[in-house]
């Protein structure tokens, strides 16, 4: 063999082993493969509205001296956050047999706020409310009391007081439960913690009852059944 092809085969060998080294392996080109994009939450933002009204209200007008008759409407967003507003007219037409008082108003009232959707899966049939509300009512009352003895001339005198203004401001914290019964209709309930926040009784005191927060006192519990359509 001559010094000639001795030059060429070693210049052959001198390729083949770059052209070795410059193929990647299996394991390298599997690792060199760029990983997929990891998906953000696909979930729309706005995934409707629902309308609901509260069976509780006309269940106590039903069968006592007070209650309300409540409408309310929330937005869906992201199936998590949920605003609402409610609306409705408080009506109290008491008279207690003991004293003979007698105590009679009607007004509406608003309340505004938010709930979220507490379940690990957001977007279940069934959903666990966590929340809170502003409220607040403008309302008149009238107060009767027949036969009020008078202190100093000892004659019975009937008290009267007519269209007492008042209003009242107070937060709710709100922790409910609501299901897919059919279709768009879902039904629920929660319970209220109402707590007063300022409040104007009028000149005669302590009014009796306050519509959309009840009975007077400075925190109270409530709660609502409601009945509610999705769109």
């Given at each position: 063999?001559?010094?000639?092809?001795?030059?060429?085969?070693?210049?052959?060998?001198?390729?083949?082993?770059?052209?070795?080294?410059l193929?990647?392996?299996?394991?390298?080109?599997?690792?060199?493969?760029p990983?997929?994009?990891?998906?953000?939450?696909?979930?729309?933002?706005?995934?409707?509205?629902?309308v609901?009204?509260?069976?509780?209200?006309?269940?106590?007008?039903?069968?006592?001296?007070?209650?309300?008759?409540?409408?309310?409407?929330?937005?869906?967003?992201?199936?998590?956050?949920?605003?609402i507003?409610?609306?409705?007219?408080g009506?109290?037409?008491?008279?207690?047999?003991?004293t003979?008082?007698?105590?009679?108003?009607?007004?509406?009232?608003?309340?505004?706020?938010?709930d979220?959707n507490?379940?690990?899966n957001?977007?279940?049939?069934?959903?666990?409310y966590?929340?809170?509300?502003?409220a607040?009512?403008?309302y008149?009352?009238?107060?009767?009391?027949?036969?009020?003895?008078?202190?100093?001339?000892r004659?019975?005198?009937?008290?009267?007081?007519?269209d007492?203004?008042?209003?009242?401001?107070?937060?709710?914290?709100?922790?409910?439960?609501?299901?897919?019964?059919?279709?768009?209709?879902?039904?629920?309930?929660?319970?209220?913690?109402?707590?007063?926040?300022?409040?104007?009784?009028?000149f005669?005191?302590r009014?009796?009852y306050?519509?959309?927060?009840?009975?007077?006192?400075?925190?109270?519990?409530?709660?609502?059944?409601?009945?509610?359509?999705?769109?």
């Amino acid at each position: 063999m001559t010094h000639r092809s001795h030059t060429y085969l070693y210049i052959l060998s001198i390729c083949i082993s770059s052209l070795l080294m410059l193929k990647p392996s299996p394991m390298l080109a599997q690792d060199a493969v760029p990983a997929a994009p990891l998906r953000g939450d696909t979930t729309a933002f706005f995934r409707g509205f629902s309308v609901m009204t509260d069976l509780v209200g006309p269940a106590q007008l039903a069968f006592g001296d007070y209650g309300q008759w409540e409408v309310g409407a929330r937005l869906n967003i992201k199936d998590k956050y949920f605003p609402i507003v409610e609306l409705g007219i408080g009506k109290a037409d008491a008279d207690d047999p003991a004293t003979h008082l007698t105590y009679k108003t009607s007004a509406p009232y608003g309340r505004i706020g938010i709930d979220f959707n507490l379940m690990r899966n957001k977007h279940d049939d069934y959903r666990l409310y966590g929340g809170m509300r502003y409220a607040y009512t403008k309302y008149q009352f009238d107060l009767f009391c027949p036969g009020v003895e008078d202190p100093v001339w000892r004659e019975s005198a009937d008290f009267r007081a007519d269209d007492v203004d008042c209003y009242y401001h107070w937060l709710e914290f709100a922790f409910g439960i609501d299901a897919k019964i059919w279709g768009p209709v879902r039904m629920g309930w929660s319970a209220r913690y109402k707590r007063r926040l300022f409040h104007d009784d009028g000149f005669v005191g302590r009014s009796w009852y306050v519509p959309g927060y009840g009975k007077q006192g400075n925190a109270r519990l409530g709660g609502t059944f409601n009945v509610i359509i999705e769109f």
